[in-house]
């Protein structure tokens, strides 16, 4: 397959900006230009319709042009390997003195990659753009197994090299305060003042 870079492909003003692996703010094709005005006024329809814009544009450009109905989960690999090369996403080979450094304190000539919180977001609206578009649920290749492999591969590798944890933080459940909780004000041992005295009726 020919994965060189089309200098006419909307892909070549793609990239997540700033290095970081932030969703909102990295969407791989978020500076790609659109054919027409998006009909929706969100930023996820938006970003959707730009994404498989990009995709269909791919799949023309692969020697031999693919169809939507030949396209496999090792065509979207393919597709995510492309991206690769317009990421700004620093990942330290292992034999780099950074390798596992959050904040590098020199430059270093490892490669430049999409971070992974983009490329799971991408395939997300992927996934969901298939199957708006007439394809099956059972036949979508971005929902393949091999896709799903391969992003938690990246998410890994990039969690080592780069030092950082993509884990979900669990969130504290609130305590709940007790009737019997001294610190609550009620109950306990605290009493509340018995009610003054009713005012005095006027003149």
């Known amino acids: 397959m020919d994965l060189s870079a089309n200098p006419d492909s909307p892909l070549s003003g793609g990239g997540n900006g700033g290095g970081s692996s932030s969703i909102g703010s990295n969407s791989i094709t978020s500076s790609l230009s659109v054919g027409g005005a998006p009909q929706s006024p969100s930023r996820y329809e938006a970003q959707k319709r730009r994404d498989w814009n990009t995709f269909g544009q791919y799949l023309r450009n692969h020697r031999p042009p693919l169809s939507l109905a030949q396209c496999s989960g090792a065509h979207v690999l393919e597709f995510l390997r492309y991206l690769d090369q317009f990421g700004k996403t620093k ?113």
Do not use: I, M
């Open 91 to 203: 990942v330290h080979a292992a034999a780099c003195p950074f390798f596992g450094h959050p904040s590098p304190p020199a430059p270093c000539p490892c490669p430049l990659r999409q971070a992974w919180g983009s490329l799971d977001a991408l395939v997300g609206r992927l996934r969901a753009a298939y199957e708006e578009n007439g394809g099956s649920p059972e036949s979508n290749p971005f929902a393949a197994r091999a896709v799903r492999l391969y992003l938690r591969e990246v998410r890994e590798h990039q969690a080592r090299a780069r030092g950082v944890s993509y884990e979900k933080k669990k969130r504290k459940k609130p305590q709940q305060l007790t009737l019997g909780d001294s610190s609550s004000g009620f109950g306990g041992n605290h009493h509340q003042p018995p009610p003054g005295p009713p005012p005095a009726a006027g003149c």
